[in-house]
C-alpha cells in the first residue's frame, strides 16, 4: 500500500456533509493526500469541521422562476456576490420532513406559508377547512405551488423573500 493510500483509508470512516459538492471534496481529499500519515487524524478533524461550517453559511433558494418576486431574490442575491443553491420547488417539491424544517426556522405556522390568491387554494377550499399543522404540511408536500415563494435558507435561518428586505436580515446576522 502507498503513502497516498495509507493517508485516505480512514476517510472512508467518515460521512461527508450534505451539500457538500464534488470539486470542494476533491480540493480536500487533495489537500489531506499530501499530509504526512501521523497527522492523518488532525486533518481529519480539521476538514469535518471546516465542512460543517460551510454547510452552515450555505444559502439555498426555493425559487419559481415565473415568479417576478422570486426572480428578484435571486437577482439580488447574485448582485451582492453571495453563492447559493437553487431548488425549483415545483420541479422538485421539498419533503415533508424539509418544509416542516423550513416552517420551524421561518418561526411561523404551516398556514402561514400559504399562497391564498392561487387558483388550487380555491379549488381544494382551503380556506374553509379548519387544518392542523401536520395536514397543512401534508399539502404543501403533495401541492408545492400552495407554498410562498421566493424562500431563502441561509446560516440555519429562513426568509420568505417578500420583501426582499426579509433576506437582508437573516444574510446580515
Known amino acids: 500500500m502507498s503513502e497516498l493510500q495509507a493517508t485516505l483509508i480512514p476517510l472512508s470512516r467518515f460521512t461527508w456533509p450534505m451539500g457538500l459538492n464534488a470539486l470542494e471534496l476533491k480540493i480536500i481529499m487533495v489537500t489531506?493526500?499530501?499530509?504526512?500519515r501521523d497527522s492523518v487524524l488532525l486533518v481529519q478533524?480539521?476538514?469535518?469541521?471546516t465542512l460543517r461550517c460551510r454547510r452552515e453559511i450555505m444559502t439555498t433558494v426555493f425559487h419559481n422562476p415565473r415568479c417576478s418576486k422570486s426572480r428578484a431574490a435571486?437577482?439580488?442575491?447574485?448582485?451582492?456576490?453571495?453563492?447559493?443553491?437553487?431548488?425549483?420547488?415545483?420541479?422538485t417539491p421539498p419533503s415533508k420532513k424539509e418544509?416542516?424544517?423550513?416552517?420551524?426556522m421561518l418561526g411561523i405556522k404551516p398556514v402561514q406559508l400559504v399562497r391564498k390568491g392561487e387558483k388550487l387554494f380555491k379549488e381544494l377550499k382551503l380556506g374553509d377547512q379548519e387544518l392542523s399543522?401536520?395536514?397543512?404540511?401534508?399539502?404543501?408536500a403533495a401541492n408545492p405551488t400552495l407554498i410562498e415563494r421566493p424562500i431563502v435558507v441561509h446560516?440555519?435561518?429562513?426568509?420568505?423573500?417578500?420583501?426582499?428586505?426579509?433576506?437582508?436580515?437573516?444574510?446580515?446576522?
Open 32 to 36: 489531506i493526500s499530501y499530509i504526512p
Open 45 to 49: 478533524r480539521n476538514a469535518i469541521t
Open 74 to 91: 435571486v437577482e439580488f442575491l447574485e448582485s451582492r456576490g453571495i453563492d447559493f443553491d437553487v431548488v425549483k420547488y415545483s420541479e
Open 99 to 104: 418544509i416542516a424544517k423550513i416552517v420551524k
Open 133 to 140: 399543522d401536520f395536514q397543512w404540511i401534508e399539502i404543501f
Open 155 to 173: 446560516g440555519g435561518r429562513a426568509a420568505i423573500g417578500r420583501p426582499l428586505e426579509n433576506i437582508v436580515e437573516i444574510l446580515d446576522k
